[in-house]
């Protein structure tokens, strides 16, 4: 099961931290990544971690941006948005995905947290 937490309201430019909680099972082995649906569009790949934390990828969107980060020891991933603009606002989903980095497979995903930018 995975828990996001941290969106909210913030100011173009501004930074926000996303944190996705495991609980029920350790996801040490399991790439994980974010995932995001803006109003009015299909979701869309934000950014993963593979499960050492040496492979990363992220979407030419937030490059730059955004930074995901894990540790293990806390079953939690992390993502740091800085310089926020008016089109990310949006509800991020974290998800997991014991094959690999691609995200390709998600195993689990979380209930969604929603950032909104105002510009």
């Known amino acids: 099961q995975l828990q996001a937490f941290g969106g909210g309201l913030v100011q173009a430019g501004g930074s926000l931290r996303l944190s996705c909680a495991a609980s029920?099972?350790?996801?040490?082995?399991?790439?994980m990544g974010w995932f995001r649906q803006a109003p009015g569009k299909e979701c869309e790949f934000v950014t993963a971690?593979?499960?050492?934390?040496?492979?990363?990828r992220y979407a030419d969107s937030v490059k730059g941006r955004f930074t995901i980060s894990r540790d293990n020891a806390k079953n939690t991933v992390y993502l740091q948005m800085n310089s926020l603009k008016s089109e990310d606002t949006a509800v991020y989903y974290c998800?997991?995905?014991?094959?690999?980095?691609?995200?390709?497979?998600?195993?689990?995903w979380g209930q969604g947290t929603l950032v909104t930018v105002s510009s």
């Open positions: 998800a997991a995905d014991r094959s690999g980095y691609y995200l390709s497979s998600v195993d689990y």
């Open positions: 971690i593979s499960w050492s934390g040496s492979n990363i």
């Open positions: 029920g099972r350790t996801f040490s082995r399991y790439a």
